[in-house]
Nanobody, 125 residues
Framework: QVQLTESGGGLVQAGESLRLSCSAS?????MAWFRQTPGKEREFVAV????????ALADSVKDRFTISRDNAKKLLYLQMNNLRPEDTAHYYC?????????????????????WGEGTQVTVIS
């Protein structure tokens, strides 16, 4: 069992930046960020391979967000730049024992084995 704990959320103005972190209690393979707003389904944001060499990001964020990880520290990051009000959501860290593969960005939330409680990001205009 792997426990995930997110941090780094907050209230910012449009155009500002935030960096989310996710601490893992054990070794994982792929790790990802999802986000969710009330009444909507959980939405894929970004995913990264174990080595960090491969990443995939949602079209809505790929020019502004970067996903990275530090396996020695068991940390996952999401650097979010030029934030927009539509980025407002509860952001979740997820992990799965499966390796990175083509189309991994289409992997549904139900196929991720481990989840954190999330951290809230609110962007005001």
């Amino acid at each position: 069992q792997v426990q995930l704990t997110e941090s780094g959320g907050g209230l910012v103005q449009a155009g500002e930046s935030l960096r989310l972190s996710c601490s893992a209690s054990g070794r994982t393979n792929i790790m990802a960020w999802f986000r969710q707003t009330p009444g909507k389904e959980r939405e894929f944001v970004a995913v990264i391979s174990y080595s960090g060499s491969y990443t995939a990001l949602a079209d809505s964020v790929k020019d502004r967000f970067t996903i990275s990880r530090d396996n020695a520290k068991k940390l996952l990051y999401l650097q979010m730049n030029n934030l927009r009000p539509e980025d407002t959501a509860h952001y979740y860290c997820a992990a799965a024992p499966t390796p990175f593969h083509p189309g991994v960005e289409l992997k549904p939330p139900s196929e991720y084995a481990y989840w954190g409680e999330g951290t809230q990001v609110t962007v005001i205009s």
